[in-house]
């Protein structure tokens, strides 16, 4: 069974195949989960090692995502010859039961070694003493002490998990560091995010992705495009992706955002952040850009109203480096 290297400084495949797994079952996506464990067991993770893996999440998503993840791990094997042994899938080592779940006392001791050194520093949550002892005793404790992964692999999946997750952002932060101080090099760190975004896991959406849009020449960065009926489209950006400035001739063109975060700017005016929720009418004959944030998938609607004969769309030049990376 191939492990974490320690200070590694590239995210290999079979970690890469963890990582996907824990932040869809954190969002819940059950349905993006299915071909994640399939592609999760096809570069090296092992089927305990994914039981482990969605076991310990649910200290950090809750027993109803957990228990859903394990179920569609069981469907995936269930449906493949052998449990998908005779295709290569590996079972892993034996599972065994940790000898300080029948000792409190060792797991406590355990928990606060593990959060210790996870923390950088002795952690003791003395305003919720309940919440202290569960922490100790039983996340870096009893869980920790299974043998299925290490603990610098338990951190790579924690972090997958809080980055597929909103308001969490103080806990994502102190994993990221706890990740480093259970064995993996910050570069390493920085890869894992930067690839769960960029791969698209980390855009909690039930919209689909599409297809590589046919007007990516209009367009700086990779987007895609999905029509969903009714005459509306979805569009989804890659992080950094936008269009270039476009007028609509004898049409108003609707926005809708779904997901993600993203900028709409008219020109002459100041930028407008998109968030899903937001809705924008861009009136006919208005010059005008929209698109992902930095940092961010985006994915919104789109369809016309007010259509009139000849109407049509106004390819202008894109959007300078300058003026994005403003925003």
Not at 25 to 42: F, S
Not at 102 to 112: F, I, N, P, S, V
Not at 299 to 306: A, E, G, R, S, V
């Amino acid at each position: 069974m191939t492990m974490l290297t320690v200070n590694a400084q590239t995210l290999t495949e079979r970690q890469k195949g963890l990582a996907a797994c824990a932040c869809l079952m954190a969002q819940g996506d059950m349905d993006r989960l299915e071909p994640a464990v399939r592609m999760a067991l096809d570069k090296g993770v092992t089927i305990n090692e994914l039981k482990e893996a969605f076991s310990q999440l649910y200290a950090y998503t809750g027993f109803p995502r957990s228990l859903n993840a394990l179920g569609v791990l069981n469907k995936v094997l269930e449906a493949s010859p052998r449990g998908g042994l005779e295709g290569g899938w590996q079972e892993g080592k034996p599972w065994k039961r940790p000898a300080e779940w029948d000792d409190a006392k060792k797991a406590y001791e355990l928990g606060t070694k593990n959060q210790t050194q996870l923390s950088g520093k002795p952690f003791n949550y003395t305003f919720c003493p309940q919440d202290d002892y569960y922490l100790k005793s039983h996340l870096f404790g009893d869980i920790f002490a299974g043998d299925q992964l290490s603990a610098a692999d338990r951190e790579i999946v924690t972090v997958a998990a809080l980055s597929g997750l909103e308001g969490v952002a103080p806990q994502l932060a102190a994993h990221k560091q706890g990740a480093v101080n259970m064995g993996n090099s910050k570069q390493l760190v920085d890869e894992l995010c930067a690839w769960l975004s960029g791969e698209g896991y980390t855009l909690s959406t039930k919209w689909p992705k599409g297809e590589p849009n046919p007007y990516g020449k209009y367009f700086i960065g990779q987007s895609y495009l999905a029509d969903v009926g009714g005459g509306v489209m979805n569009v989804t950006f890659e992080p950094g992706c936008r269009n270039n400035w476009h007028i609509h001739h004898k049409q108003v063109q609707v926005l809708i955002c779904v997901a993600g975060r993203g900028w709409y700017q008219e020109w002459g005016k100041a930028p407008v952040e998109m968030t899903p929720g937001t809705v924008i009418a861009i009136p006919a004959e208005v010059k005008h850009w929209h698109g992902a944030q930095k940092d961010s998938w985006f994915q919104h609607l789109t369809y016309h109203k007010d259509v009139q004969e000849d109407a049509s769309n106004e390819w202008c030049e894109p959007v300078d480096e300058a003026t994005y990376n403003k925003l």
